[in-house]
């Protein structure tokens, strides 16, 4: 009697860890394809200023 209960709580616990994990790895990679994304953003930031200053440079 004690035993369907139990065997449920169990089965219920495990699909909600299984979907913890799988949400977690979801937000994971999200947030590291965003960092690229922005690390790439930062560098061609950086290119085009280093840019410009080296034209000012040369037009002196």
Do not use: C, G, H, W
């Not at 799988?22 to 280093?50: F, G, H, P």
Request: net charge negative.
């Amino acid at each position: 009697m004690f035993l369907n209960p139990i065997i449920t709580l169990i089965f219920f616990l495990i699909n909600i860890a299984i979907l913890y994990f799988v949400i977690y790895q979801a937000v994971k990679r999200a947030i590291e394809e965003n960092l690229i994304n922005m690390e790439d953003s930062i560098k061609r930031a950086v290119r085009d200023v280093l840019k410009e200053q080296k034209n000012e440079n040369n037009d002196n």
